[in-house]
């Protein structure tokens, strides 16, 4: 097994001729390309910080014959690593904003557990195809793009509704060596740096959408294969200190009659488990959200906390300041503490990994998801209004103005203007730039829309367990007499022997 360095992954990506555009123009060398530098840096963190001595143990995995892999391309067989998945992705996007490797994680975690369950109950033999591949990921040390959101179209429409039927990825033929497949992909993670893309359906599927029940991997250069991009972060900008070099690129993922071998195919046909893949999938990864936006919420508790201190107001002294940090800390851990539960709470499937607890995983993401914008709101209150209005860096650079720059806009004692201002430049792009408004849309709307959480939490919770305890309990209370409203009775199921004065 491999463990690449962080240059070796960017190196690897010579190895691949993908089809890419980005702002109107052909891609050449995607390891070359400026557009998407930020977004490459962000995914070569995830590789170097695996060697990183006092980072492996989170970083690293051991598999059953004791090999190391990287954690982003291993099962979790335990509430352990489950939690240390949380803290390595939190790790990852402190150092990163989004590092956007950890989706291929959530689609091997699902693929696992859906392609045992259909083994079992249909006698196919998709979990042998996916144990082949997750060697194969694990031996080249991959990093894979994660293909869920399809284009949709009409979304009043199902899939063999829509007017075009490739406003879904679906199966156009099939033969002895395997499928073809046409449609298209949108919002893709990371798209044009990955090695190969994991698909899997966006939706349960009904019967009539069998063609649209597919589930496969491909390299990214495969042909008929095509994107359009966007660039990665704030590339070349000298407002952006964080954005310029940390990004993440999303593409419009084309397929036009691409070939997938069946050794590549996880799912093909079998329309009742799509909806299963789906929501196997999105617990995942709104598990790994949690800790993804809690990187990012380290990032600005530690960035408002200096700009403070900058302006002479120290967060732990001055009242309104301390109120606003105790305010980004409880937001902070507190979706963390779900995504913790979650890990506690999760549960062994067929295939043997442990999944996080599903209703955990949903409420957490939905409490970053709506209170990242208190975050960044907190963050604007705490730092003042030299957080979008700070002079740029050509203003500073000519001496005159330079001079009077950094004499009216001096921070406390032995702070410069310039540290000011750099920090302001940091808080602007993480949080009130178009990169902030990326991050605060990718919130809300990654690993799906709030209301899909609400009925995802509503669908795994107990609910009938909670009605028969309220029924049970009404039972118990008119068989005693006299009971008052400050009665505590059946704590162990059994009516109370005792009534109140």
Known sequence: MKLMTGNEYVESLREYNPDIQVKGKKVTSVADEPLFKPGI?????????????????????TLADGTRVNRLNALDYSA??????????????????????????????????????????????????????LTHVQRFDLTCGTAVTDAKGDRS??????????????????????????????????????????VLPTRAMKKEDVDYAVSFAVPVDAPGLKMIAKPAGRPGDSEAPFSSNFGQSTALVIFNNVFIPWDKVFLCGEWEYTGKLAEAFANHHRHSCIGARAGLGDMIIGASALMSEYNGLPPVEVPHIRRNMGELIRITEGFYATGVAASVYGRKTVAGNVVPDSVQSN???????????????????????????????????????????????????????????????????????????FYSVISLHGGGSPEAMRMSAVRNYDLESQKVHILEKLKCFAKVEGTCKDCVTCVNDEPCEETCD
Request: hydrophobic letters at 40%; aromatic letters at 6%.
């Open 41 to 61: 840096n962000a995914i070569a963190v995830t590789y170097e910080l695996a060697h990183q001595k006092k980072h492996q143990d989170i970083m690293l995995a």
């Open 363 to 437: 409420i957490g993401k939905l409490m970053l998801a709506e209170q990242v914008y208190d975050i960044f709101r907190i963050a604007h209150e705490i730092s003042g209004g030299i957080v979008v209005t700070a002079p740029t860096p050509e203003d500073i650079s000519v001496e005159e103005s330079g001079e009077l720059i950094e004499r009216y806009l001096v921070g406390k004692h032995g702070t410069t203007a310039n540290e000011r201002i750099n920090m302001a430049r940091l808080l602007e792009d993480l949080t009130a730039s178009k990169e902030g408004g």
């Open 157 to 198: 429409k199902r899939p063999h509704e829509q007017a075009d039927r490739d406003l879904y990825v679906r199966v156009t033929e099939k033969n002895e060596k395997g499928i073809i497949v046409s449609g298209a992909k949108a919002n893709i993670t990371g798209a044009p740096y990955v090695h190969e893309f994991i």
């Open 80 to 133: 352990d690593d489950l939690l240390k998945k949380l803290e390595m992705t939190r790790l990852i996007c402190k150092w990163t904003g989004c590092g956007q490797r950890y989706l291929m994680h959530d689609a091997l975690s699902a693929l696992a557990e859906i392609t045992a369950m259909m083994d079992a109950e249909k006698k196919t033999d998709y979990h042998a195809v996916f144990n082949d591949y």
